[in-house]
């Protein structure tokens, strides 16, 4: 069953949330950034090659304007691939983790794999982000020495950043899976 | 709990027949390791399962039947598996069916004994999740945490579930050893099943490296008894011995290449590996070195370096005396103290009048010793370097007394400054006369640049030591080895039917491979990095290009 409905993120752009429910105990979300803007690549490109054109006009060593454009073209394929998010997903599985997935413009993948048995709890955390105050999702680690305590807090969908709508759709049915499966657990 | 049968996916299409593997309880996931096929002798079944526990300390066991017919299964057959459950008793038993050709699985679990709870179904949800066996095997899981109490057999539920599945495959090996063409009493499906995976020029090398490394481990050992022998802790050898970075790094080498070559084998995982990385250094400092010796040896370059350096040498004295004579007037139009001024330029002047007639003394035997030195270049890329660094030292001795002496009344005036800074900033504005003289040394450049230069030639040589390159090597050629974790991928899904996730390894980013991996270095490395590197230049804080007492033994 798979459904899409968009929300905003705290900047106010667009982002598609397309969720999947293979079964009562498995879930992906998958929340889609919104892609570059060819307006700002535009600013950035004729931002640098007037800059080198300038210096340029003072130094007369052509060597500047290649290296400009040797400057554009890596800077541009870095960002691809180690900055710019196009998608965030995130898949439970009941009985057996969380896995969080982030897919890069270039297409690369990092995945993250949680074990169901390290984590306590998905709560809706705030935040003070630059100068505003911002909900996230994260997952609390369990302490493997203190059993009440918490080892670690893993924010999701950190690219990203939607709205409190959206958060709260993911938190509600992640509790589902949560209490379903802490149901099953405690019976033999 | 949902039951979780780890799948091989070799095993896929194999034919019907019984899931051998293992059951994890605490976890609630069955790891199937072959598929043993139809006609067999439960008796011999029952002796092999027990033969390959005693062996690998696996509680291998039936864990229930497998079905790749052409349509529905028969009723025949369907009562046939079900009395097979009657033969090999385990809890649950497992039932997976598949049809020839077709996508979806049906699977299903029953537990023969009345559950105890009310209201427990009696038969279990099965999620299926296929794996590579022969990756899975081969990998090593780099967890995050490791826990301090854990033993090797055991396996609590606090590990984890994947921990429990890497652990179990690896164990199982001796489960593999059997394939199709052996004519044993039972017929297995499993990775290596299509014949046993071996390599000629690796089971050579293993049959060579026996003696090689008998006969090698007594030279070396010849070796350090030699260089360890009474002659050598005695003053002055030892001084030399401890300052020179060239007897550092060759010790370095001697201990690395006895740990190479030493005839006992490696106990676990961490120990291969650190040989490995050891060899990979070895190996690419040599050949680094020998491109280095051919290099300088071709088109007499050694002879074109020596009669450039007399004049270089000489050339630098003028400059500094040039320098000395400037600062001894009114340098940029400063007023300077006088009587100070001479003092330090006429010891300085001294200092370099000693050094050029050292050089001169020297010069006709420089040719040869650039040729000896040249030929270290075969022991490794470092042993070069580090000679390097030591001729250099010696050669700029001198400039390094003029840093010294820079340096110390640098800080000292830096310190002045600042307990004084506070007092400006106080109650009292007081102007006081500074004294530039001493400020100025630090603004030449030669001697920043000496220092610098023997300050990355530390770094470079500490780079090549240290760098694990046989884990880098195998990082970015078979990924699947190191491994930090898993990643799942849901398989096309139907309604109804069992859910199925593939899993893949997840490999481990390059900057933990080399944190986890790291050779150990000689001690200078965590007090030489790069940032304490131009700290010190800035403070005036003294910079020794040799080893000092305190630095740690490794």
Redesign the interface.
Same mark, same amino acid.
């Not at chain 2, 009310?118 to 279990?124: L, S, T, Y």
């Not at chain 2, 840093?403 to 506070?422: D, P, T």
């Given at each position: 069953m798979e459904d899409e409905r968009s929300f905003s993120d705290i900047c106010g752009g667009r982002l598609a949330l397309q969720r999947r429910y293979? %079964?009562p =105990?498995?879930r #992906?979300f998958c929340l889609s950034c919104p892609r570059l803007s060819l307006r700002s690549l535009t600013a950035v490109t004729c931002t640098v090659w007037l800059a080198a054109y300038g210096l340029f006009t003072l130094c007369e060593n052509s060597m500047i304007l290649s290296a400009a454009i040797f400057i554009t073209l890596l800077g541009l394929l870095g960002y691809l691939h180690f900055v710019k998010i196009d998608q965030e997903t995130l898949?439970i599985?009941? %009985?057996? /983790?969380i896995?969080m997935?982030s897919s890069y413009a270039s297409g690369k993948e990092s995945? &993250?794999?949680i #074990?169901m /048995?390290?984590v306590k709890d998905i709560v809706i955390n705030e935040a003070i982000y630059m100068q505003k105050v911002i909900y996230y999702l994260c997952i609390l680690l369990k302490d *493997?020495v203190e059993p009440h305590g918490i080892s670690q807090v893993v924010p999701v969908f950190q690219s990203a950043k939607p709205r409190l709508d959206c958060l709260i759709e993911v938190y509600r049915s992640c509790q589902e899976i949560l209490a379903h499966q802490k149901a &099953? =657990?405690t =019976? *033999? | 709990m949902v039951l979780k049968a780890f799948f091989p996916t070799c095993c896929v299409s194999a034919d019907s027949g019984l899931l051998v593997g293992r059951w994890v309880p605490e976890q609630s996931s069955a790891v199937v390791l072959a598929v043993l096929h139809f006609p067999f002798i439960p008796i011999q079944v029952k002796q092999l399962l027990a033969q390959v526990r005693q062996a690998s300390q696996v509680g291998v066991a039936v864990l229930g039947t497998w079905c790749h017919c052409r349509q529905e299964p028969e009723e025949s057959l369907g009562r046939f598996l079900e009395s097979l459950g009657a033969v090999f008793p385990h809890e649950p038993w497992l039932r997976l069916c598949r049809e020839r050709g077709g996508t979806f699985w049906s699977c299903e679990a029953t537990r023969r004994q009345a559950p105890t709870a009310p209201g427990a179904p009696g038969e279990d949800q099965v999620m299926l999740i296929f794996y590579d066996q022969r990756q899975v095997l081969l990998s090593q899981l780099h967890l995050p945490t490791v826990l301090p109490d854990r033993q090797a057999g055991a396996t609590t539920a606090s590990t984890g579930v994947l921990a429990a599945v890497f652990d179990t495959v690896a164990r199982s090996e001796v489960l593999f050893r059997s394939d199709r063409f052996d004519e044993g009493p039972v017929r297995l499906s499993h990775w290596q099943s299509e014949g046993v995976e071996a390599s000629i020029l690796a089971e050579l090398a293993r049959r060579a490296s026996g003696p090689i490394c008998l006969l090698l481990a007594s030279l070396l050992s010849l070796v350090s008894a030699v260089s360890a022998c009474r002659v050598f802790k005695l003053w002055p050898l030892s001084f030399l011995g401890s300052k020179l970075s060239t007897c550092e790094q060759l010790r370095h080498r001697l201990e690395h290449l006895t740990l190479i070559f030493s005839t006992r084998k490696a106990e676990n995982p961490a120990q291969l590996t650190r040989k490995a990385n050891t060899v990979a250094s070895v190996l690419l400092d040599v050949a680094l070195g020998l491109m280095l010796l051919s290099w300088l040896h071709g088109r007499s370059r050694i002879g074109h370096l020596a009669d450039a350096l007399v004049p270089v040498a000489d050339h630098v004295a003028e400059e500094l005396q040039h320098l000395l004579q400037w600062l001894m007037g009114a340098p940029a139009g400063l007023k300077m103290n006088r009587a100070l001024d001479q003092v330090l330029g006429r010891f300085f002047l001294y200092h370099i009048h000693l050094w050029i007639s050292y050089i001169h003394l020297m010069s006709p035997f420089v040719e040869h010793i650039l040729w000896h030195v040249g030929l270290s270049a075969c022991l490794g890329l470092t042993v070069a370097l580090s000679l390097l660094s030591d001729i250099i030292a010696l050669l700029t001795f001198h400039i390094y007394c003029f840093y010294v002496y820079g340096a110390r009344l640098y800080c000292l005036k830096i310190h002045g400054l600042s307990s004084l800074w506070r007092l400006f900033r106080g109650k009292k504005w007081n102007v006081l006369r500074q004294r530039v003289d001493s400020c100025s040394y630090d603004l030449d450049q030669l001697r920043l640049l000496v220092v610098a230069v023997q300050g990355l030639i530390h770094l470079l040589v500490d780079l090549i030591n240290s760098l694990p390159l046989y884990s880098l090597g195998l990082r970015l050629c078979r990924p699947y080895r190191l491994a930090a974790g898993v990643k799942f991928r849901v398989l096309q899904h139907e309604a109804g039917r069992p859910l199925r996730l593939l899993m893949q390894i997840n490999p481990l980013p390059y900057s933990r491979v080399v944190h986890t991996y790291r050779l150990p270095s000689c001690g200078c490395h965590p007090k030489h990095s790069w940032g304490a590197l131009c700290r010190k230049l800035f403070l005036g804080e003294l910079i020794y290009p040799w080893r000092q007492r305190g630095d740690k033994q490794d």
């Amino acid at each position: 069953m798979e459904d899409e409905r968009s929300f905003s993120d705290i900047c106010g752009g667009r982002l598609a949330l397309q969720r999947r429910y293979y %079964s009562p =105990s498995c879930r #992906e979300f998958c929340l889609s950034c919104p892609r570059l803007s060819l307006r700002s690549l535009t600013a950035v490109t004729c931002t640098v090659w007037l800059a080198a054109y300038g210096l340029f006009t003072l130094c007369e060593n052509s060597m500047i304007l290649s290296a400009a454009i040797f400057i554009t073209l890596l800077g541009l394929l870095g960002y691809l691939h180690f900055v710019k998010i196009d998608q965030e997903t995130l898949l439970i599985i009941d %009985s057996l /983790g969380i896995q969080m997935t982030s897919s890069y413009a270039s297409g690369k993948e990092s995945t &993250t794999f949680i #074990e169901m /048995g390290k984590v306590k709890d998905i709560v809706i955390n705030e935040a003070i982000y630059m100068q505003k105050v911002i909900y996230y999702l994260c997952i609390l680690l369990k302490d *493997p020495v203190e059993p009440h305590g918490i080892s670690q807090v893993v924010p999701v969908f950190q690219s990203a950043k939607p709205r409190l709508d959206c958060l709260i759709e993911v938190y509600r049915s992640c509790q589902e899976i949560l209490a379903h499966q802490k149901a &099953t =657990s405690t =019976s *033999p | 709990m949902v039951l979780k049968a780890f799948f091989p996916t070799c095993c896929v299409s194999a034919d019907s027949g019984l899931l051998v593997g293992r059951w994890v309880p605490e976890q609630s996931s069955a790891v199937v390791l072959a598929v043993l096929h139809f006609p067999f002798i439960p008796i011999q079944v029952k002796q092999l399962l027990a033969q390959v526990r005693q062996a690998s300390q696996v509680g291998v066991a039936v864990l229930g039947t497998w079905c790749h017919c052409r349509q529905e299964p028969e009723e025949s057959l369907g009562r046939f598996l079900e009395s097979l459950g009657a033969v090999f008793p385990h809890e649950p038993w497992l039932r997976l069916c598949r049809e020839r050709g077709g996508t979806f699985w049906s699977c299903e679990a029953t537990r023969r004994q009345a559950p105890t709870a009310p209201g427990a179904p009696g038969e279990d949800q099965v999620m299926l999740i296929f794996y590579d066996q022969r990756q899975v095997l081969l990998s090593q899981l780099h967890l995050p945490t490791v826990l301090p109490d854990r033993q090797a057999g055991a396996t609590t539920a606090s590990t984890g579930v994947l921990a429990a599945v890497f652990d179990t495959v690896a164990r199982s090996e001796v489960l593999f050893r059997s394939d199709r063409f052996d004519e044993g009493p039972v017929r297995l499906s499993h990775w290596q099943s299509e014949g046993v995976e071996a390599s000629i020029l690796a089971e050579l090398a293993r049959r060579a490296s026996g003696p090689i490394c008998l006969l090698l481990a007594s030279l070396l050992s010849l070796v350090s008894a030699v260089s360890a022998c009474r002659v050598f802790k005695l003053w002055p050898l030892s001084f030399l011995g401890s300052k020179l970075s060239t007897c550092e790094q060759l010790r370095h080498r001697l201990e690395h290449l006895t740990l190479i070559f030493s005839t006992r084998k490696a106990e676990n995982p961490a120990q291969l590996t650190r040989k490995a990385n050891t060899v990979a250094s070895v190996l690419l400092d040599v050949a680094l070195g020998l491109m280095l010796l051919s290099w300088l040896h071709g088109r007499s370059r050694i002879g074109h370096l020596a009669d450039a350096l007399v004049p270089v040498a000489d050339h630098v004295a003028e400059e500094l005396q040039h320098l000395l004579q400037w600062l001894m007037g009114a340098p940029a139009g400063l007023k300077m103290n006088r009587a100070l001024d001479q003092v330090l330029g006429r010891f300085f002047l001294y200092h370099i009048h000693l050094w050029i007639s050292y050089i001169h003394l020297m010069s006709p035997f420089v040719e040869h010793i650039l040729w000896h030195v040249g030929l270290s270049a075969c022991l490794g890329l470092t042993v070069a370097l580090s000679l390097l660094s030591d001729i250099i030292a010696l050669l700029t001795f001198h400039i390094y007394c003029f840093y010294v002496y820079g340096a110390r009344l640098y800080c000292l005036k830096i310190h002045g400054l600042s307990s004084l800074w506070r007092l400006f900033r106080g109650k009292k504005w007081n102007v006081l006369r500074q004294r530039v003289d001493s400020c100025s040394y630090d603004l030449d450049q030669l001697r920043l640049l000496v220092v610098a230069v023997q300050g990355l030639i530390h770094l470079l040589v500490d780079l090549i030591n240290s760098l694990p390159l046989y884990s880098l090597g195998l990082r970015l050629c078979r990924p699947y080895r190191l491994a930090a974790g898993v990643k799942f991928r849901v398989l096309q899904h139907e309604a109804g039917r069992p859910l199925r996730l593939l899993m893949q390894i997840n490999p481990l980013p390059y900057s933990r491979v080399v944190h986890t991996y790291r050779l150990p270095s000689c001690g200078c490395h965590p007090k030489h990095s790069w940032g304490a590197l131009c700290r010190k230049l800035f403070l005036g804080e003294l910079i020794y290009p040799w080893r000092q007492r305190g630095d740690k033994q490794d």
